[in-house]
């Protein structure tokens, strides 16, 4: 695995035996769970520049799972990161009500527009350049690292470490994927004919019953 995951040049292979029964590492060693080791380049992420290493870490080990974009089947590490020293965090995973709020106030949209570039779902990594400069800049303040909601899991939260040198990574387990769920709903305008499908829960699809409906209403 973590051949695959670093590509390590051949007969470079990081160590993965399990040394003893008390090794708190199963799949992947301690070097790779933690941020990429020395002789791996990093492209582009939603905080960091290329080729600078920041810590990437959620808050839920559902939210970490969500955030490596799984396929069934697929092993996936999950490690446990510990703080050692405390940490500085910029949160900016914060609620804002901006619907008919007549309160709101420029920072608040400012906010959101921030909001947005870190959590807004993209493949595109010049989609990244805005949360990156955000998160150089707060790390010129003299933050730690910064909190913010995921893209890919409702609800999630992650932080992007800059100063990782106070964590450290502490155990780790090894996981397989046995089933994803995925909940979606038509577009608006689009399930408007008896039997359109309308909504997926749970994998589930969900059909439209309008004879139903207009016999509820009377």
Request: glycine share 4%; proline share 6%.
């Amino acid at each position: 695995m973590v051949y695959k995951c670093f590509s390590a040049p051949e007969g470079e292979r990081l160590d993965i035996s399990y040394h003893n029964k008390s090794n708190p590492f199963k799949g992947l060693t301690k070097e790779a769970s933690f941020v990429p080791p020395k002789n791996v380049k990093v492209p582009d992420g939603r905080a960091n520049p290329k080729y600078i290493k920041y810590l990437y870490v959620s808050e839920s080990p559902t939210t970490s799972l969500f955030e490596v974009r799984p396929f069934i089947c697929d092993a996936v590490n999950i490690a446990q990161i510990r703080v050692n020293s405390p940490l500085k965090i910029a949160n900016i995973a914060v609620e804002l009500d901006l619907s008919e709020n007549k309160n709101a106030t420029v920072e608040m949209y400012v906010m959101r527009m921030i909001q947005g570039a870190f959590s807004k779902p993209t493949n595109n990594s010049d989609d990244y350049i805005p949360s990156q400069i955000i998160a150089e800049y707060l790390k010129s303040l003299g933050y730690d690292g910064v909190r913010y909601n995921s893209s890919l899991h409702f609800g999630g939260v992650n932080l992007t470490i800059f100063n990782h040198d106070k964590c450290e990574a502490i155990s780790s387990q090894d996981f397989r994927i046995e089933d994803i769920k995925l909940t979606a709903r038509a577009a608006f305008g689009c399930a408007d004919n008896q039997g359109d499908l309308a909504y997926i829960k749970d994998n589930e699809p969900l059909y439209l019953d309008y004879e139903n409906l207009i016999s509820t209403k009377k």
